[in-house]
């Protein structure tokens, strides 16, 4: 062992002395069982390792995983994978955002005396941390007036600094961190003119988030006029921990982990995250690792599903220790509409807090891909330096959206001379709108709005007669009532799954579309650096804002329920959810008009009312998605790299496959090779929650062309806790498709007693391989 150990001082030591200008950030995860004896932690033996060269280390992590984060070279990082105690050496990938009236649409409401709310005591003893841009806690979404003291059980502690004094927590915002060694160690040293080095928020996001989940109750409360009322968040007396891992560059998996190290060694009951970046296996994902080792004690992560829809496969977040959620719509909106010189309206969205233009005058309108002495394709999206002043001053100015921010082409418009602005959707974002906050008069159109406005402008311009095109825009205020709703917004991000299609991602939708929530100071509400408007909260749209609506009913369901464990939350949010809208149709894919599928939502959109009450539950054990990993052929250096223990993969792979995992979904990918005739087994097993007596019967409708058939049909319980197991066997026959073609059919299968109704997705996937 001292040799070795001193080889493993040796090799960092010199790692540590490279200056090599080709050097990136890694994560490297080391056998925790190997410290030598003479050090008490293994922080000490990594700092002491590497005493002389200090700057070079980043983060020492030693909850959710173990090892350390470091600048190195390629050559550098290959050669610690040789080392004995080095399990495994990972790249470092930088993350991205994913970037009021929601509670009341959820059904929570604080004058009801029985439901979750008053279950859960508004989830007052448990701590959701908030991993993210940080937050502004002078915002009344966090005072602690009323609350109790801080749990006992908390470990975690304000990061005091220049602009965020210890003061600044109290019983509500009981922590407070920040994290920006990885950042720093790729783009230097922070500009503290910009950004704070600090837990506080100079972005907004995090404190939006953050009162999403837990705010409290304010009145009034809107953004520049819009959504008047109360804002509150879904567990409104639950303690919110904040831990800033994002920067003006965006967000570090190495700062991301020790985040995830220091929630768990604090004590949250909940992580909440709104961030993700490119899909890798989980062995290189430290989103995933950090997940994990939060899961693994008790700990309900919620992750955002992605803002990339609405194509296939751009769900992120996937691992199925992670619930991931997609966002929705609800019954409220923002119209702005867009009168043009035909006589003819184009629906549209804003969140524009005024002056308003002329009610009495139309203005001359014009397209920005049009405008003579630009390319064309910059002038039409409307960047920076693409806009001719003399040919925008005085008109309302089409811009297409893409690129640049939505809010940032207002300001180049108005920078440049333009009256108002009118955004239009392109092909792949479909008629998914976003309302923004302007900076001037302007409001978003659909595609076909778009494109009817641009045919306006091109046959005006055509015609014989001397008028121009001319329009004019009408705000509308606040809407209620929206019908339908929910709707599967636009830009949510869609399966298959694409690390493990056997597992359905997103798991569930929440509302995630023009969502009201708490706001910093110092920062306009559209974001543009010379927005000088100031107003306590905001209306923002992503899977960001739907993962901490799920966040905090996560604590709410932790706090009624609190043996439960983060699978068998997720279980009760997924299969309570609903697939129809307020009109009891279908839900709605925003994109086409269309009825969504199952890709779109999951399971479907989150009933919390339903989610207290689900009757049986589908549980899962670390030891579990170890079994998992097995099955997904993980080397066992990649499942030590994820789970920190060591695993047989005989036995997992004998009993079962990857579908065999204990998931509240079900979905079976065939490759066609040939064979006329397919099929498979999925083994699931139950806890019952609901009645000590009681009896569930299996319904079953199969995907088109399947033959699906369960056994048991009949689940008898006598007894709350008592777990029953039942097989679904899938048969279907080979389907004519072209090479590379898939076709995809889904069905369900429900367990009732009559008076809850457990509902699972099931997917038959046919692939025609190349």
Same mark, same amino acid.
């Given at each position: 062992?001292?040799?070795?150990?001193?080889?493993?001082?040796?090799?960092?030591?010199?790692?540590?002395?490279?200056?090599?200008?080709?050097?990136? %950030?890694?994560?490297?995860?080391?056998?925790?069982?190997?410290?030598?004896?003479?050090?008490?932690?293994?922080?000490?033996?990594?700092?002491? @390792?590497?005493?002389?060269?200090?700057?070079?280390?980043?983060?020492?992590?030693?909850?959710? /995983?173990?090892?350390?984060?470091?600048?190195?070279?390629?050559?550098?990082?290959?050669?610690?994978?040789?080392?004995?105690?080095?399990?495994?050496?990972?790249?470092?990938?930088?993350?991205?955002?994913?970037?009021?009236?929601?509670?009341?649409?959820?059904?929570?409401?604080?004058?009801?005396?029985?439901?979750?709310?008053?279950? @859960?005591? =508004?989830?007052?003893?448990?701590?959701?941390?908030?991993?993210?841009?940080?937050?502004?806690?002078?915002?009344?979404?966090?005072?602690?007036?009323?609350?109790?003291?801080?749990?006992?059980?908390?470990?975690?502690?304000?990061?005091?600094?220049?602009?965020?004094?210890?003061?600044?927590?109290?019983?509500?915002?009981?922590?407070?961190?920040?994290?920006?060694?990885?950042?720093?160690?790729?783009?230097?040293?922070?500009?503290? %003119?910009?950004?704070?080095?600090?837990?506080?928020?100079?972005?907004?996001?995090? %404190?939006?988030?953050?009162?999403?989940?837990?705010?409290?109750?304010?009145?009034?409360?809107?953004?520049?006029?819009?959504?008047?009322?109360?804002?509150?968040?879904?567990?409104?007396?639950?303690?919110?921990?904040?831990?800033?891992?994002?920067?003006?560059?965006?967000?570090?998996?190495?700062?991301?982990?020790?985040?995830?190290?220091?929630? $768990?060694?604090?004590?949250?009951?909940?992580?909440?995250?709104?961030?993700?970046?490119?899909?890798?296996?989980?062995?290189?994902?430290?989103?995933?690792?950090?997940?994990?080792?939060?899961?693994?004690?008790?700990?309900?992560?919620?992750?955002?599903?992605?803002?990339?829809?609405?194509?296939?496969?751009?769900?992120?977040?996937?691992?199925?220790?992670?619930?991931?959620?997609?966002?929705?719509?609800?019954?409220?909106?923002?119209?702005?509409?867009?009168?043009?010189?035909?006589?003819?309206?184009?629906?549209?969205?804003?969140?524009?807090?005024?002056?308003?233009?002329?009610?009495?005058?139309?203005?001359?309108?014009?397209?920005?891909?049009?405008? #003579?002495?630009?390319?064309?394709?910059?002038?039409?999206?409307?960047?920076?330096?693409?806009?001719?002043?003399?040919?925008?001053? &005085?008109?309302?100015?089409?811009?297409?959206?893409?690129?640049?921010?939505?809010?940032?082409?207002?300001?180049?418009?108005?920078?440049? &001379?333009? $009256?108002?602005?009118?955004?239009?959707?392109?092909?792949?974002?479909?008629?998914?709108?976003?309302?923004?906050?302007?900076?001037?008069?302007?409001?978003?159109?659909? &595609? /076909?709005?778009?494109?009817?406005?641009?045919?306006?402008?091109?046959?005006?311009?055509?015609?014989?007669?001397?008028?121009?095109?001319?329009?004019?825009?009408?705000?509308?205020?606040?809407?209620?009532?929206?019908?339908?709703?929910?709707?599967?917004?636009?830009?949510?991000?869609?399966?298959?799954?694409?690390?493990?299609?056997?597992?359905?991602?997103?798991?569930?939708?929440?509302?995630?579309?023009?969502?009201?929530?708490?706001?910093?100071?110092?920062?306009?509400?559209?974001?543009?650096? %010379?927005?000088?408007?100031?107003?306590? =909260?905001?209306? #923002?749209?992503?899977?960001?804002?739907?993962?901490?609506?799920?966040?905090?009913?996560?604590?709410?369901?932790?706090?009624?329920?609190?043996?439960?464990?983060?699978?068998?939350?997720?279980?009760?949010?997924?299969?309570?959810?609903?697939?129809?809208?307020?009109?009891?149709?279908?839900?709605?894919?925003?994109?086409?008009?269309?009825?969504?599928?199952?890709?779109?939502?999951? /399971?479907?959109?989150?009933?919390?009312?339903?989610?207290?009450?689900?009757?049986?539950?589908?549980?899962?054990?670390?030891?579990?998605?170890?079994?998992?990993?097995?099955?997904?052929?993980?080397?066992?250096?990649?499942?030590?790299?994820?789970?920190?223990?060591?695993?047989?993969?005989?036995?997992?792979?004998?009993?079962?496959?990857?579908?065999?995992?204990?998931?509240?979904?079900?979905?079976?990918?065939?490759?066609?090779?040939?064979?006329?005739?397919?099929?498979?087994?999925?083994?699931?097993?139950?806890?019952?929650?609901?009645?000590?007596?009681?009896?569930?019967?299996?319904?079953?409708?199969?995907?088109?062309?399947?033959?699906?058939?369960?056994?048991?049909?009949?689940?008898? =319980?006598?007894?709350?806790?008592?777990?029953? /197991?039942?097989? $679904?066997?899938?048969?279907?026959?080979?389907?004519?498709?072209?090479?590379?073609?898939?076709?995809?059919?889904?069905?369900?299968?429900?367990?009732?007693?009559?008076?809850?109704?457990?509902?699972?997705?099931?997917?038959?996937?046919?692939?025609?391989?190349?």
């Amino acid at each position: 062992m001292a040799f070795f150990f001193f080889l493993f001082l040796l090799t960092l030591f010199s790692l540590s002395s490279s200056n090599d200008l080709n050097s990136l %950030t890694y994560i490297v995860h080391v056998d925790h069982e190997a410290k030598p004896s003479i050090f008490p932690t293994h922080r000490h033996w990594y700092t002491s @390792s590497l005493t002389s060269t200090s700057s070079s280390i980043i983060h020492t992590y030693d909850t959710v /995983s173990h090892g350390f984060s470091a600048r190195l070279t390629a050559q550098e990082a290959t050669q610690l994978l040789d080392h004995p105690h080095v399990i495994s050496v990972i790249p470092e990938q930088v993350r991205h955002l994913h970037t009021t009236r929601s509670p009341e649409f959820l059904g929570l409401r604080s004058t009801d005396k029985a439901g979750l709310l008053e279950e @859960s005591d =508004f989830g007052s003893d448990l701590v959701i941390g908030v991993i993210d841009t940080g937050i502004w806690p002078e915002r009344p979404s966090f005072d602690d007036r009323g609350l109790g003291p801080v749990p006992t059980k908390w470990k975690g502690q304000c990061a005091p600094s220049q602009d965020f004094p210890a003061t600044a927590c109290n019983r509500k915002l009981v922590g407070a961190k920040f994290f920006c060694g990885g950042y720093e160690a790729t783009n230097g040293k922070m500009n503290e %003119t910009t950004e704070f080095r600090s837990p506080r928020d100079s972005d907004g996001h995090g %404190t939006h988030t953050a009162s999403i989940s837990a705010g409290r109750y304010v009145f009034p409360a809107s953004t520049l006029g819009y959504a008047r009322g109360v804002a509150s968040g879904m567990a409104p007396k639950a303690r919110l921990a904040a831990y800033k891992v994002c920067w003006n560059s965006g967000c570090y998996d190495s700062d991301i982990l020790a985040a995830f190290d220091a929630a $768990v060694a604090d004590g949250v009951d909940v992580v909440s995250l709104s961030v993700g970046g490119v899909v890798v296996p989980y062995y290189l994902d430290a989103i995933a690792i950090g997940a994990f080792g939060a899961v693994d004690r008790g700990i309900f992560v919620s992750a955002s599903a992605g803002n990339g829809g609405p194509g296939a496969l751009t769900v992120t977040n996937v691992a199925p220790w992670m619930t991931t959620v997609g966002a929705g719509t609800i019954d409220r909106d923002f119209p702005a509409n867009v009168r043009l010189g035909n006589g003819k309206t184009i629906p549209g969205v804003s969140v524009y807090g005024g002056p308003d233009l002329d009610p009495d005058k139309m203005y001359p309108l014009v397209y920005g891909g049009s405008l #003579l002495g630009g390319d064309g394709y910059s002038s039409s999206l409307c960047i920076e330096g693409s806009l001719d002043p003399s040919l925008v001053k &005085g008109k309302i100015v089409l811009c297409d959206r893409g690129i640049n921010s939505r809010a940032t082409k207002g300001e180049i418009v108005r920078k440049n &001379g333009g $009256v108002g602005m009118i955004i239009a959707n392109g092909v792949f974002d479909g008629e998914g709108l976003v309302a923004d906050c302007h900076v001037l008069p302007a409001t978003s159109v659909g &595609g /076909s709005g778009g494109d009817e406005i641009r045919r306006y402008i091109s046959e005006t311009a055509k015609s014989r007669s001397s008028k121009q095109p001319t329009a004019t825009i009408v705000f509308k205020g606040t809407r209620l009532g929206i019908r339908p709703a929910p709707v599967v917004a636009s830009f949510s991000a869609r399966g298959p799954n694409p690390e493990t299609p056997e597992i359905i991602k997103p798991d569930v939708i929440a509302p995630g579309l023009n969502i009201l929530a708490a706001w910093p100071d110092k920062i306009g509400p559209s974001g543009v650096p %010379t927005d000088n408007r100031r107003t306590e =909260f905001n209306i #923002l749209s992503g899977t960001s804002m739907a993962c901490p609506h799920v966040s905090g009913l996560a604590a709410l369901l932790k706090a009624a329920h609190p043996d439960w464990s983060p699978a068998a939350i997720r279980s009760a949010l997924m299969t309570t959810a609903y697939t129809v809208d307020n009109r009891d149709e279908r839900m709605l894919d925003e994109s086409t008009g269309n009825a969504s599928a199952v890709m779109d939502y999951g /399971s479907g959109h989150v009933h919390p009312t339903k989610a207290m009450d689900p009757g049986l539950v589908y549980d899962i054990t670390s030891y579990d998605y170890i079994n998992f990993l097995c099955n997904s052929n993980y080397t066992g250096t990649n499942i030590v790299t994820i789970t920190r223990r060591k695993a047989d993969c005989d036995g997992a792979r004998r009993a079962g496959h990857v579908g065999n995992l204990n998931y509240p979904s079900f979905s079976v990918v065939f490759q066609q090779y040939g064979e006329s005739k397919l099929s498979t087994h999925f083994i699931r097993t139950v806890t019952n929650v609901g009645d000590s007596d009681s009896v569930y019967e299996v319904k079953i409708r199969p995907p088109r062309g399947t033959t699906v058939t369960v056994e048991p049909k009949k689940l008898s =319980f006598r007894r709350v806790g008592q777990k029953l /197991s039942f097989v $679904v066997r899938v048969k279907t026959t080979e389907v004519k498709l072209s090479p590379g073609a898939t076709s995809v059919e889904t069905g369900h299968i429900v367990w009732s007693d009559g008076k809850r109704n457990v509902t699972s997705p099931l997917v038959v996937t046919l692939q025609q391989p190349l």
